[in-house]
C-alpha cells in the first residue's frame, strides 16, 4: 500500500464501493434522509447515469442553510457543486491527495469511460497510506532485527 498505487486498486480493496446517487431535481429534504440514512455526507448527483454534481453536508450548511433554503422546496441542483472534478482509477494516491488538497474538498468521484465506478473520500485516502507506512515500518523492524521474509 503506498501512495504510488492507483486509486483502481483502493477501490478493489475497499470493504464498502457502493455509490449513492440522487436525481438532481430530488428535494433537498429527501437528499439529507438519504444521507442520514447511509451515515454518509456526500452523495454523487447523476442525471441519466451521467455525473452532473455533488451534493454535501457542506452544500446544505452553506448554500442551503444559512441562505434561508427550505430543504423539501429546494432541488438537490440548486446546492449542488458542479462542475465535478473526477479522475480514473489510473490516478494515483498521491495525485489524488493533491487534487483533494489542492482545491479543498473530501471525496472525489471516479469514473471510467464515463461510468461513475466509484468514490474516495480523503479518509479512504489517509488510511491507505498509513496501511501502507505500517508495512514498511514492520519490514524495517523485520530488517533491524534480521528476521528476513522467506
Same mark, same amino acid.
Given at each position: 500500500?503506498?501512495?504510488?498505487?492507483?486509486? %483502481?486498486?483502493?477501490?478493489?480493496?475497499?470493504?464498502?464501493?457502493?455509490?449513492? #446517487?440522487?436525481?438532481?431535481?430530488? #428535494?433537498?429534504?429527501?437528499?439529507?434522509?438519504?444521507?442520514?440514512?447511509?451515515?454518509?455526507?456526500?452523495?454523487?448527483?447523476?442525471?441519466?447515469? /451521467?455525473?452532473?454534481?455533488?451534493?454535501?453536508?457542506? =452544500?446544505?450548511?452553506?448554500?442551503?442553510?444559512?441562505?434561508?433554503?427550505?430543504?423539501?422546496?429546494?432541488?438537490?441542483? +440548486?446546492?449542488?457543486?458542479? !462542475?465535478?472534478?473526477?479522475?480514473? !482509477?489510473?490516478?494515483?494516491?498521491? =495525485?489524488?491527495?493533491? $487534487?483533494?488538497? /489542492?482545491? =479543498?474538498?473530501?471525496? $472525489?468521484?471516479?469514473? /471510467?469511460?464515463?461510468?461513475?465506478?466509484?468514490?474516495?473520500?480523503?479518509? =479512504?485516502?489517509?488510511?491507505?497510506?498509513?496501511?501502507? +507506512?505500517?508495512?514498511?515500518?514492520?519490514?524495517?523492524?523485520?530488517?533491524?532485527? %534480521?528476521?528476513? !521474509?522467506?
Amino acid at each position: 500500500m503506498k501512495v504510488s498505487d492507483t486509486i %483502481g486498486v483502493l477501490l478493489n480493496c475497499k470493504p464498502h464501493n457502493r455509490v449513492l #446517487s440522487i436525481d438532481p431535481d430530488q #428535494s433537498v429534504y429527501e437528499a439529507l434522509e438519504m444521507l442520514a440514512k447511509y451515515d454518509v455526507g456526500v452523495l454523487l448527483v447523476c442525471s441519466q447515469n /451521467q455525473l452532473v454534481g455533488i451534493f454535501s453536508e457542506r =452544500d446544505y450548511a452553506r448554500k442551503g442553510v444559512l441562505a434561508g433554503q427550505l430543504s423539501r422546496e429546494t432541488q438537490v441542483r +440548486q446546492l449542488m457543486t458542479s !462542475p465535478v472534478i473526477s479522475v480514473t !482509477p489510473n490516478y494515483t494516491v498521491d =495525485d489524488c491527495m493533491a $487534487l483533494m488538497t /489542492q482545491h =479543498d474538498f473530501r471525496h $472525489l468521484p471516479v469514473v /471510467q469511460n464515463d461510468t461513475l465506478i466509484g468514490v474516495v473520500s480523503i479518509g =479512504d485516502l489517509v488510511k491507505w497510506v498509513i496501511s501502507g +507506512q505500517a508495512q514498511t515500518i514492520q519490514a524495517l523492524e523485520g530488517y533491524i532485527a %534480521g528476521v528476513y !521474509p522467506c
